[in-house]
């Protein structure tokens, strides 16, 4: 079975201000999505898998959240939030459905339906900080 992955987030996943911790919770999060972006998987089953507390999983979907890579939309069966990838970083099944989706979310994004993507506009690497590093021993 194919896997096509946005490039949107992907080839710039460097220039996310995200931890190591958030970008690697998000490489679990497209693992367990379904192509589309649906993540089936409850909160408290993704603290058990993932292997932390249900609250960590919150402190590492926060800052997802908040570029809009990983959206909460209420849900309609249960009393709270689900969520899903946003779908201009969701994985897709073919290139052909990943352009589908890529042209009914710019729809949706410029009718207001859909909060779009709040990445960072690198045009190059950003400059290294100056100065030594500050290194040490563990």
Known sequence: MANVMSPIVAERIWALPLSGSAVKFLQYLLYRSEFGGALPVRQR?????????????????????ALNIVLR?????RNGNSYRIHPLAAKYETHEAMEASFRD??????????????????????PA???????QVA
């Open 129 to 135: 900080p100056t100065g030594r590093p500050k290194l």
């Open 73 to 77: 939309p209420r849900s309609e069966e």
């Open 105 to 126: 979310a710019l729809v949706r994004i410029q009718a207001g339906d859909l909060a779009n993507l709040k990445l960072p506009t690198y045009r190059q690497t950003p």
């Open 45 to 65: 089953d993704m603290a058990t898998e993932y292997g932390v507390t249900p609250q960590a999983v919150s402190g590492l979907m926060a800052p997802l959240c």
